[in-house]
T-cell receptor
Framework: GQNIDQPTEMTATEGAIVQINCTYQ??????LFWYQQHAGEAPTFLSY??LDGLEEKGRFSSFLSRSKGYSYLLLKELQMKDSASYLC??????????WGAGTKLIIKP | IAGITQAPTSQILAAGRRMTLRCTQD?????MYWYRQDLGLGLRLIHY???????GKGEVPDGYSVSRANTDDFPLTLASAVPSQTSVYFC????????????FGPGTRLTVT
């Protein structure tokens, strides 16, 4: 079966750094996506990794290890507006996205 | 304004009734998708369409049907609603082909009583 695992909830402090992990087992692999979803809103695209390594985009970075079936999203200099759910999704061999349940990130002042 | 619109925003529906959720995009994307999102579960694909005139079944297609008469519109129909179809429904679109990010509409919150 196909499976995406990520923590249900994490708490961090404003200005700090947080790492959200995602592990996956899927039928084929055509890349891993991270999306951000604020409460009551639609998911919005953050990053895409298809090769091993770190992709940096401003305060957000995403890492991929295909051999370990593992990715993480790193958020630096946390701001209150970063309070949201972060969704990990893997594109399988049929080019369909398989989604994790999401990690709710709570930022405290 | 470029993007995806969905209607209605929310709806309360009696079990057994028929309902069509509307989705329109103006980005000229070939591929469109319908997902449902339930608490504690990831987004689950209901149906998809890679191009106008074609549709395919996703992970949870039972009880739902779609059509794709043109590039812009991708309606989702519940023929006879049941309480387990209570969910938030998101429509999304992307460029056709292989790997592209998906753009999501604002969602429809549906409650079946």
């Amino acid at each position: 079966g196909q499976n995406i695992d990520q923590p249900t909830e994490m708490t961090a402090t404003e200005g700090a750094i947080v790492q959200i992990n995602c592990t996956y087992q899927t039928s084929g692999f055509n890349g891993l996506f991270w999306y951000q979803q604020h409460a009551g809103e639609a998911p919005t695209f953050l990053s895409y990794n298809v090769l091993d390594g770190l992709e940096e985009k401003g305060r957000f970075s995403s890492f991929l290890s295909r051999s370990k079936g593992y990715s993480y999203l790193l958020l630096k200099e946390l701001q209150m507006k970063d309070s949201a759910s972060y969704l990990c999704a893997v594109m399988d061999s049929n080019y369909q996205l398989i989604w994790g349940a999401g990690t709710k990130l709570i930022i405290k002042p | 304004i470029a993007g995806i619109t969905q209607a209605p925003t929310s709806q309360i529906l009696a079990a057994g009734r028929r309902m069509t959720l509307r989705c329109t995009q103006d980005m000229r994307h070939n591929a469109m998708y319908w997902y449902r999102q339930d608490l504690g579960l990831g987004l689950r694909l209901i149906h998809y369409s890679n191009t106008a005139g074609t549709t395919g079944k996703g992970e949870v297609p039972d009880g739902y049907s779609v059509s794709r008469a043109n590039t812009d519109d991708f309606p989702l129909t519940l023929a006879s609603a049941v309480p387990s179809q209570t969910s938030v429904y998101f429509c999304a679109s992307s460029e056709a082909g292989t790997v592209y990010e998906q753009y999501f509409g604002p969602g429809t919150r549906l409650t079946v009583t």
